[in-house]
């Protein structure tokens, strides 16, 4: 069994003398790990950072195997990333949510166009928006998408305020009413696109997407939302 495809870093951990294994988020092939014979080197190490862009050969004997990746960069992300705080720690989340909530081995090109799209907008202002939106796609791709056109209640499609905990819908302001208590705030840059007002407008935008991911594809596998995410809204909340 053999292909060849692009593939970005989600995690690398060693394994034996030298060797590593990694998970990528490849193309065609979705989520898929395999080992790096030597991945641990002083030469090669760089190679295999979460985030990092690569072309690799995966082959194994049977198909059921974790066989063998070999690959080159193509795309040094993490490197890029490494002077500033938030870019860092929003590239960790960005792996560490990927690596733990999409299946092995199933394709999910969507998830990979995503994920490239935040990677080629760090550095700018609006990466954090990207990578809100990217939960977003997550939650899509797993079943659980959201619906943040118009009011569940009115089918209005101005003044959205808020989504239902239960439905994942959205509810506009004037339809909440006495029950805003128990809906969760949608942040205007998410309902009417743009740039969030502020940290404060953004980290509701995180909270909104948290809420779900844990509900629907963490809390059913008895497994917590990644610390590397909540260590990414600490370094926004400075």
């Known amino acids: 069994m053999e292909w060849t495809d692009q593939g970005i870093v989600l995690s690398a951990r060693p394994h034996g003398e030298g060797g590593m294994i990694v998970a990528l988020l490849t193309h065609a092939h979705g989520r898929h790990a395999g080992f790096v014979p030597g991945g641990g080197s002083r ?105 943040l056109t118009k009011c569940a209640a009115t089918g209005a499609t101005e003044d959205l305020a808020y989504v239902s905990p239960k439905t994942g819908r959205a509810v506009s302001r004037a ?18 696109g743009g740039l969030p007002a502020d940290n404060a407008e953004l980290l509701k935008g995180l909270d909104l997407t948290g809420y779900f991911l844990e509900r629907h594809v963490f809390w059913p596998h008895n497994k917590p939302l990644p610390a590397a995410r909540a260590r990414f809204m600490e370094t926004l909340q400075r």
Request: proline fraction near 7%.
């Open 175 to 192: 339809a909440a009413g006495p029950y805003k208590e128990k809906l969760i705030e949608l942040p205007a840059f998410l309902s009417t």
């Open 43 to 147: 030469r090669a190490r760089p190679v295999w950072l979460p985030g990092n862009l690569v072309e690799v050969n995966w082959r194994a004997r049977l198909s059921e195997q974790l066989g063998n990746y070999a690959g080159e960069l193509r795309e040094a992300h993490a490197a890029r990333a490494l002077d500033d705080a938030a870019q860092l720690a929003g590239l960790s989340a960005a792996c560490a949510l990927l690596d733990a909530a999409l299946p092995e081995r199933e394709p999910h090109p969507a998830m990979f166009d995503g994920f490239s799209a935040l990677l080629g907008a760090l550095g700018h202002p609006g990466w954090p928006v990207i990578y809100v939106r990217l939960e977003l796609g997550l939650l899509q791709e797993l079943g659980f998408g959201l619906d």
